[in-house]
């Protein structure tokens, strides 16, 4: 039996290369469909090599927005480097990036 955090990271690594999801989007996925916070403590709690194998900086919030205050950089460095831009306010464009949840 997996837990709710194996689950989040499941669904997380489905989602592929320059796309995004909100954490809203992810836990409506899951057993916890209104628990978008409990997405965002799951992918706090990543280990560093966990952290390597879960592509968690392509989870957002929903207004396009990085807001992991603590690798914000690094989050947007990795998004940029997969083909993600961002605007002049720091939003992603979420009708061009955002994954729609199925398979790739």
Known sequence: M????DD???IVCRI???RVSTYGRIAAMTAVPRG???????L?????????????????????????????D???ALLEAEGVVFDEYG?????KYLWDGKPS
């Not at 997996?2 to 955090?5: D, E, L, R, W």
């Not at 939003?91 to 009708?95: G, N």
């Open 2 to 5: 997996s837990s709710y955090y």
């Open 8 to 10: 989040v990271y499941a």
């Open 16 to 18: 592929p290369p320059g």
């Open 36 to 42: 978008a916070r409990g997405v965002g403590w799951a």
């Open 44 to 72: 706090h709690a990543l280990g560093p090599a966990q952290a390597r194998h879960v592509p968690w900086w392509r989870v957002i919030n929903a207004a396009g927005r990085i807001s992991n205050e603590y690798h914000a």
């Open 74 to 76: 690094l989050q947007r």
């Open 91 to 95: 939003c992603v464009d979420l009708d």
